[in-house]
């Protein structure tokens, strides 16, 4: 059973930390654990996962991802049906392609951004089927190549919310395409990229500790970095990334 709110913002301490603040314009530094109180002997029982629940669920920021995609799913989805229903007439109008290509993007998009950015339940539990097939929509394209070899049926969400985290940042690293697999390692992912060219930006240092400033198209690094270690290994033309 989770604590109680009230309770559990009694029971820490916490405070606001500028050091972490990694400048994504947010109204306030994101929150840190300060210190428990020693009398409060139950909170060993709560574990760092009930304040990482904690602190996710009570995110503003993530709130408001997660009430913006489901609130434009809807109508998205309905004009999706509406260019079924003209296809059945116009066929052959290239206009009707582009627009179904446009609605499968930003239906693609919305299923993604929801799960990266979108308010994340303790408990939750995402299928590895489904985790597989919103990834391969978002970033699967002509110059990029995706593949997923997975062995278990279904993972926490907290773990597919990291890995399609860092599937944003190993996406920045191929500038002229090259190939994504992602495979299980004892509890966790790994994420390996080969390409002609593989390009580290700054925001990759997050990674390593380093407190920057990021853009909003790199919101993924320090978000990446918030949730869990990441050990990152590059070359030339490879990348690995471990979480």
């Not at 991802?65 to 434009?72: A, E, M, N, P, V």
């Not at 499968?104 to 950015?117: E, H």
Request: a negative charge.
């Amino acid at each position: 059973m989770r604590p109680d709110d009230h309770d559990l913002t009694h029971m820490l301490e916490i405070d606001r930390d500028p050091v972490v603040n990694y400048r994504l314009h947010l109204p306030e530094a994101p929150i840190r654990l300060l210190r428990v109180p020693d009398k409060i002997a139950g909170f060993k029982k709560l574990g760092h996962r009930t304040l990482r629940w904690f602190v996710m669920e009570n995110s503003l920021d993530a709130l408001v991802s997660s009430r913006i995609c489901h609130d434009l799913i809807s109508p998205v989805g309905a004009i999706g049906n509406g260019v079924e229903l003209l296809e059945g007439y116009a066929a052959r109008m290239p206009e009707i392609g582009l627009i179904a290509d446009s609605v499968d993007n930003a239906t693609a998009k919305l299923r993604f951004f929801r799960i990266c950015f979108g308010q994340m339940s303790e408990g939750a539990v995402t299928g590895a089927k489904e985790a597989e097939t919103i990834a391969l929509a978002m970033i699967q394209s002509p110059r990029l190549n995706l593949e997923f070899r997975m062995q278990s049926a279904g993972f926490p969400r907290e773990r597919v919310k990291l890995l399609f985290l860092i599937l944003l940042c190993v996406e920045t690293a191929l500038p002229v395409g090259g190939t994504i697999v992602i495979s299980e390692q004892d509890s966790g992912f790994v994420v390996r990229a080969d390409g002609k060219r593989i390009q580290m930006q700054d925001a990759w240092r997050v990674f390593a500790g380093e407190t920057l400033s990021v853009t909003p198209a790199q919101v993924q690094f320090p978000l990446a970095q918030a949730i869990g270690a990441v050990k990152v290994e590059n070359s030339d033309v490879n990348l690995s990334v471990t979480f």
